[in-house]
């Protein structure tokens, strides 16, 4: 069964089940769902808080320390996160996840090497996840490597339950290296599977602007709908929409 895809976008306050006295029931599971949902709606800094919270529920719990992780990678806060997977490591050593984001801060931070040996590492574990496949994948797709694919691949054939975010997230790394035609197959899903997710639109729709799709102002709006706040969904609609008149213009013989 997928874990995410019924999240409730529009449920703040709302628990995970109630305790045996009534009052809601805020554990690590529930700040991480609420985590996830955050991630969704292009927060990153509140999912940030929520696995934040998730730890200091239950220090033991990976994904808050995962979670903390790769949202420190979305803010582009690459020493950071660097730390905070050294921190994770003590507690989870050599797990092959806290590697992979330790490749993936590094390979963002533009320190190639480092990445490839701390991917390197991580694919030698035992119990390799599909987070680990689709940190390999952005280090080859950096590389120019024709077996990205081939790892994309497997971070989808491992992914079980999460199948529904990882799909996303492949779809989100294709977008990230311009291979938008492939990008656009893995996103068409996560808006079906993700309909309030104001990322999600905003994914697709970027992609389909860089491929000429008039589809993409719909998309875009969709996203700004969902997250009126969203500044690189408005910044991705400007363009759709100068590209849109740009090329209607040019039929009417207007440029």
Known sequence: MKRFTNLEFDDSSGSRKPSGNGESVRDAVYFHQRAV????????????????RALEANSSFFDGWAGQIWM???????????????????SFPEHPE???AKAVACLRDAKFDKAKAYSDNSISKDHVGPRIWLARAEVLLQSKSRVADNCLSKALALSDDESDL?????????????????????LQEAVRLFPKSALAWYEL???QSRLGFSQA?????????LHPHF???????????????????SRLGLR
């Open 37 to 52: 949902q955050c991630f969704l709606h292009s927060d990153f800094e509140l999912a940030l808080r929520n696995y934040s």
């Open 72 to 90: 420190l990678i979305e803010l582009g806060e690459y020493p950071e996160a660097m730390v905070w997977a050294d921190k994770a490591l003590e």
């Open 98 to 100: 806290l590697l992979a």
């Open 166 to 186: 990882i799909r996303f997230e492949a779809g989100r790394l294709l977008r990230r290296y311009g291979r938008y035609s492939a990008a656009v197959e893995y």
């Open 205 to 207: 729709g970027y992609c």
């Open 217 to 225: 102002v719909t998309s875009l709006e969709q996203s700004l709908h």
């Open 231 to 249: 500044d690189d969904a408005k910044d991705a609609l400007r363009y759709a929409k100068e590209g849109f008149l740009g090329r209607l213009f």
